[in-house]
């Protein structure tokens, strides 16, 4: 049994959990297919299908002329379906399984769709969208359900798999499964210093994760005696308004914005940080709020307490008072106090710092992830199927 294996893109700082995912997967994969693949071979050993077609004048051209540019992806996408070395179809987002529903009707073969956030979020409005439309139609919801008949929905937490059967799909056609973070054998080391304290924000510069919210609260920190900086690195719609917060702020030597940052470097300011925080919340534009939150499990894996607001997944992430502290998301008084007493408590930080690092290694380690997937998909864990 082979995994044919579908997504959009996996090499966006923000989906090293995808790459996880695929090495988790590895010895099981028969073809990936992408929007962009990097190269014709996954790791010189998987084929991969290109998904997205030539836009722009070529098509424009077929069109005037009265034709319909030639789907080569779809129609490999169809091929690599009919094919007897896949078995199994993972699929990622429900929206992207969708575009391609037409294909997996084609066979009976298992379908599995991982959901996500942005897709269950079911009047999700883009930022470059602040006068359109939703995201999704009115049919959505509608078409989510029925495809829901025909695959199984992976969810990425229970808040996301409460959205689904709030639509109306069954709950049996859905199964719960955490992603994975690496964690050390033994906790990070971090230091019991009560000044000189670095906050770090780390991921994407959405409104959901609010690091503007994270800038006014670090702001008031300070003026309460906050002795730090505050670190924000990722990118997103909302990196015009944080550059401009910061310059604005006075205190603003003692904030920096790094943009988006590759794996290995996040770890390195994860291991150079006290405290990890974000404001998690509904957001105001996006109306998505956090559907699991892979960043906070790997601040945790490397023993940082977290302090963000109590928005979506993040209370099966967090063990509030015990990993990190949950406040509610909007109260950035909360926030700058809660940011104030870890910096000024070493020993308090230091303690959700190491039970973080336990309940990453208990419930969201790399080893249960791929146990975990291997299993919902139909194979031994230990070795591949043949």
Known sequence: MSVLFVMPTWSAPSEVWMQRMLQALAKNLAYIAAEQPAARLWQGTVP???????????????????????????????????????TRILVHWLDFALRYEGVWNMTEKPLFVHCHGYDVTWNLRPHDRLHGNRAFSDSYRGEVCRLAKRAVLIANSRCTA?????????????????????????????????????LLFLGRLVDFKGPDLVIRAFELACDRGFRGRLIVAGDGPLGTMCELMRVRSRYSQRIQLLGAVDAKRAAELRLQADIFTAHSCSGPISQQEEGFGVAFAEAMADALPVVTGRSGALGEVVENGVTGVLFESGDIDAHANILLELAINPETRLRMGAAGWRRAKEHFSSERDRTGLLRILGFDSQQRVA
């Open 48 to 86: 991969t299908i290109r998904l997205n077609e030539p836009r722009g004048l070529y098509r424009r051209a077929f069109s005037r002329l009265g034709f319909q540019f030639p789907d080569s992806g779809t129609r490999s996408l169809a091929k690599a379906v009919r094919s007897q070395r896949v």
């Open 162 to 198: 409460q959205k689904l059967t709030d639509i109306g799909v069954p709950s049996d056609r859905i199964i719960v499964h955490y992603f994975g973070v690496p964690s050390a054998e033994e906790p990070p080391k971090h230091s019991a210093r009560t000044s000189d304290i670095t």
